[in-house]
């Protein structure tokens, strides 16, 4: 079956703030991660079906549902789960807050790697624990960036934490950390009993032909030291129904961390595990092959447009994601790149400094759209630069 990435639905006229009715009618969004095309129709049938039938009762995660996850981790890696060790969450933040609040302290804080995620830095805000920075360094290569582990300061770093939340691959970066990297971070996560929590969402994303591996696959002993974070909501684009899964493979930790989430009472929406369900089935792989094309196809005109048009300007090249990272410290922009080219290009990218103090300078563009929408927001950056 051929699948079309080239029109995207209209949702300026929904009523409630999304993507596209944040910023004012004349502003392109770019910003935040979710991508402008349809979920694929298997997950849109399931969700008709469960509508039609006209009741929207509780309900709850089943057996069936875990099994599904660990064949679908057994499937894409073969790495072999157990379906007792899955445990289904609100969504893969609320996953982790919750993994912080049972392995941190006021001693004992979260290690993160700098630029990331913006909700990485509220946990520390969330659960009232210490942050601990291990900031990835930057080198460029004509106007290529990239960025590195400094293995000095992440073994400093480490001893101070309880739990090391890892993004692989890594939002905004676009990163797969190499087996090699995550061995060693591994390694020091271990030797000082901190938890690896791995933030895998991205995981389905895969550029050109990059691979993944999970971290816990990686050996039984690290398995046993980490929790494994997978939605379907990134790959197929349905972010909105809220539903994840913490893989736990050693059941003390699974334990502690299950009941933290009965605690809260984190119910999962039924829509979401319907959505989950079909999208981890395999129903919908035809449509994330070519979605994967399409995407990677996005990153390298973004690249090109890059450097063959804003000299001044550079660019990760990602590995996974629809997210690109934007270095314009050399553009004469004064103040904030996000704020400057809101108002002077109508285009709203993601800020820099919400992935941390060294994201000042930056922005994050999502390149999760269609071609014609990604040049026009191209067009317009370049327009707008000094
Ligand atoms: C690395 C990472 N983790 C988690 C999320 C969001 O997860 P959820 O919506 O399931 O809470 C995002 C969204 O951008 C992300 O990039």
């Given at each position: ?200 969402i991205h995981s389905e994303l895969l550029l050109g032909g ?177």
């Open positions: 079956m051929k699948y079309s990435f080239y029109a995207t639905p209209n949702r300026r006229n929904l009523n409630i703030l999304n993507k596209w009715t944040y910023y004012p009618k004349d502003v392109l969004p770019m910003w935040v991660a979710d991508m402008d095309f349809p979920a694929p129709i298997p997950i849109l049938n399931e969700l008709h079906r469960v509508v039609d039938q006209g009741v929207l009762g509780y309900e709850i995660p089943s057996k069936s549902l875990s099994e599904t996850v660990a064949a679908r981790m057994d499937h894409l890696y073969q790495w072999k789960v157990r379906p007792e060790s899955v445990v289904t969450v609100t969504g893969i933040v609320s996953g982790f807050n919750v993994a912080a609040r049972v392995f941190c302290s006021l001693k004992k804080g979260v290690l993160i790697q700098t630029p990331v995620f913006n909700e990485f830095h509220e946990v520390k805000n969330n659960i009232g624990i210490p942050q601990i920075d291990v900031p990835l360094v930057k080198s460029v290569d004509g106007n290529i960036l990239h960025y590195e582990i400094d293995w000095d300061v992440f073994r400093k770093q480490v001893k101070k934490a309880g739990m090391f939340l890892l993004c692989n691959p890594h939002n905004p970066l676009g990163i797969i950390f190499s087996h090699k990297d995550l061995l060693r971070m591994a390694e020091f996560c271990i030797e000082n009993g901190v938890v690896i929590v791995s933030d895998e990059n691979q993944f591996t999970p971290m816990a696959k990686l050996s039984p002993e690290i398995a046993k030291h980490t929790i494994t974070l997978v939605s379907p909501s990134k790959t197929f684009n349905v972010p909105g129904l809220f539903c994840g899964f913490a893989i736990i493979q050693n059941k003390e930790l699974r334990e502690r961390y299950k009941k933290e989430v009965e605690h809260l009472r984190l119910h999962v929406n039924s829509m979401g595990l319907h959505a989950a369900q079909v999208a981890f089935s395999g129903q919908c792989d035809g449509w994330l092959r070519e979605l994967r094309r399409y995407l990677t196809a996005n990153r390298d005109f973004l690249v090109k447009y890059i450097t063959e048009n804003m000299p001044n300007v550079r660019t990760t090249i990602s590995e996974a994601t629809y997210l690109g990272w934007l270095d314009f410290t050399r553009t004469g922009i004064k103040g904030s790149p996000y704020k400057y080219l809101i108002k002077n290009a109508k285009v709203a990218l993601s800020e820099g400094k919400i992935f941390g103090s060294d994201g000042k300078g930056h922005t994050r563009i999502n390149f999760g759209t269609s071609r014609k929408i990604l040049k026009q927001g191209l067009d317009r950056i370049r327009r707008a630069l000094p």
